[in-house]
């Protein structure tokens, strides 16, 4: 049986009380076994010891887990109802061409269908799309056709939408000509859904500044740079509510799937006291880590492979205690961080 060894790390930055009457606790983790994230739902469910950390010592316990639903055995109830419901996917690259590896572009649609119903059922607050909504087009016309098919689809979802930009939406065409056909005025943006305070990044920014467009750039060449980096700055400082970040391109890992200067962001988050989690994509794959008291989420890609087992997506609670629950379906991986 393959083990999972649990990393130290540091207890991040607290936050005094604010109006969601929730703190920052010293840092949390959880660890998965990768292979166990594959599992297939034929897969019987196994015990297995888990290793946490809380506050710098690690602790060991024992969970429950089945590939078709997640069970921690040290998870708690929220202590106050749920505040902000969200619903979020990621990667949908949809496109009318043949599946390439194990990319499925035709089946995004049904795929979106399916979470859609689930999202009509859920009522979330609102709806996040983590970027690359459609796949990379060889012509401006072929993608304005895919953007429109499969945002009439995602813009059919009860509730109010936010798009992150992601490398794909911006290969082909123009930021501003995805902009215009979704209906979202900017690329980098915040706003307050009751107690807490969510931040929209744009990490398609060339080394040298240039944002992508027109074929111009390369997926691993993700930045946020300076200018966006002082508007973060601003808008943390301005802020009293808890903070949730949403991003595309990674800020947690040091290589292609990565923003290249994501540590000097880090440190703006860190140093901010406010932020409570990061939700990104890019990378296709359920990941999870924790650094300097922040969690750092990625998603699983709703177009890989085939077939609706292959769908993901999932509905995100943040309970007023600043509890954070996400509930996966199909291929997405479920977490609760207290």
Known sequence: MAWVRAKHVAAGPRISKGKAGCTIKPNLRLIIR?????????????????????????????ACYDPRHTVWAN??????????RLAMMTDLHYADKPPAGSRHYRETLDKLSE?????????????????DLVDAADSVDAERGYLKRVNRAFAAIPGKKHYVLGNHC????????????VGQAESYYSF?????????????????GAPYGRKNSRWDDANIPATE???????????????????????????NFGVRNAVDVRKILEDSGKVLAVFQGHSHKNDYRAIAGIH??????MVEGSGPENNSYSMVQIFGDCTIQVSGFRRQSNYRWT
């Open 296 to 301: 750092y989420c990625a998603l699983a890609a």
């Open 229 to 255: 980096q002082e508007w973060l700055n601003a808008d943390l400082e301005q802020t009293q509510k808890p903070v949730i970040v949403l991003a595309h391109q990674r800020l947690d890992v040091n290589n």
């Open 75 to 84: 998870a708690r109830e929220p202590s106050s109802p749920s505040v902000v």
């Open 170 to 181: 911006v290969d082909t065409l123009y930021k501003q000509e995805f902009l215009e056909e």
């Open 115 to 131: 979470a859609a119903v689930h999202f009509q059922r859920d009522k979330p607050d609102f709806v996040v799309e983590l970027g």
């Open 192 to 208: 307050d859904e009751r107690e807490f305070h969510f931040i929209v990044l744009d990490s398609c920014f060339r080394n040298d």
């Open 34 to 62: 990768p292979d166990a994230m594959n599992a297939s739902e034929s897969s019987p469910p196994y015990v297995n010891r888990r290793a946490f950390i809380y506050s710098g010592s690690l602790f060991l316990m024992t």
